[in-house]
């Protein structure tokens, strides 16, 4: 009798249980629908970046508030002022400790970062990574550029410019993923296609004009009959830039930078940059937000999941590349 009136007790429990999620629920969906999809103000997501003056975050930024203004939610903007992971890191354990609804990451150093990641996490704290991915952490999705693709576009825009022959050289930031993956994409794709071009040398400009200028010059007297330079970043593109303007030549050298800050613009108007990859950086920001708001909602399953539930967020999302020459620039400058 006994074991009877447990099962009875389990049973009700376990009903009663399901009838308050569901009218919770339909609560949660009643309030979507009479009021569209809103957060609350006291609802605070962080964006977090390194080199936090640069010029690129702003459209990223941009993104972000134009996300958090159409759902009534808060924004706030942290970052490391240089390229110092320690100093990210404590930037992101500051963020932690006030548990904010969600953060949306650039990471300087994937490896560095991930246990920091993991530990926001582990907290409750929806993470989304844009721009610079760390693969191996608990992050729910990576918004940004195709590295490897961009610099395959590079490439091919390079091979354009140099009519399919001479030697090329990269100037990059080793040790940081994108970077990494945009030299890879472009050295392979020259290899590969482009039989009659070699990739002759490959340096660290440090993402700093001053750095990379020097380091153009000594390219430039080096290898003489250089038909072309691939920057991964658009600092050390205007010093490259730079460079060249300081040491003209017979035959142009064609310079590819990557986004679309103002020098860069400028000198593409002026024709001393061939040609710039533009990502899609007000992509990043703006779906960032709105991944971080459905998550921190429970309005969607995170992806992978243990049930094998399929979640509408992808885990990777493609925000896109253009290619910015003297023909479209003026669509690129800020209005």
Not at 49 to 63: A, D, H, P, V
Not at 115 to 121: Q, S
Not at 305 to 323: E, H, Q
């Amino acid at each position: 009798m006994k074991k009877m009136l447990l099962i009875y007790i389990v049973i009700i429990s376990a009903f009663m249980i399901y009838v308050f999620r569901y009218y919770s629920q339909q609560s949660e969906v009643n309030a979507w629908d009479s009021r569209g999809l809103q957060g609350d103000i006291a609802e605070n997501y962080v964006m977090v970046t390194f080199q936090s003056g640069l010029e690129y975050w702003r459209n990223c930024l941009k993104g972000f508030e134009d996300g958090a203004e159409k759902l009534g939610v808060s924004v706030e903007y942290r970052g490391a002022t240089q390229y110092d992971v320690q100093e990210q890191m404590t930037v992101l354990e500051q963020i932690i400790a006030k548990k904010p609804a969600g953060i949306a990451l650039s990471a300087i150093d994937p490896g560095a970062l991930t246990p920091m990641i993991d530990k926001a996490v582990a907290a409750g704290i929806p993470v989304v990574l844009f721009d610079a991915d760390a693969p191996g952490s608990r992050a729910y999705s990576f918004l940004g550029t195709n590295n490897y693709n961009a610099g395959l576009t590079a490439a091919e825009k390079m091979a354009q410019l140099t009519d399919r022959e001479g030697q090329i050289a990269i100037i990059t930031l080793p040790g940081l993923q994108n970077h990494e993956e945009r030299r890879k994409g472009f050295e392979e794709t020259i290899a590969k296609r482009y039989p009659s071009m070699k990739v002759v040398k490959v340096v660290d400009g440090k993402g700093d004009a001053m750095v990379s200028r020097r380091e153009a010059e000594k390219l430039l007297k080096a290898y003489p009959d250089l038909a072309g330079i691939f920057v991964t970043e658009a600092t050390g593109g205007t010093g490259v830039g730079e460079a060249v303007k300081n040491n003209p030549r017979s035959k142009p050298l064609k310079i590819i930078s990557f986004d679309t800050n103002k020098g860069t613009l400028d000198m593409i108007e002026n024709g001393t940059i061939s040609a710039t990859m533009a990502q899609g950086t007000w992509n990043m920001g703006y779906w960032s937000l709105q991944y971080l708001f459905h998550l921190h909602h429970g309005l969607t399953v995170p992806s992978p999941t243990s049930a094998g539930d399929v979640s509408p967020i992808p885990v990777r999302v493609d925000t896109g590349i253009s290619v910015v020459t003297k023909d479209n620039v003026a669509d690129y400058y800020a209005k």
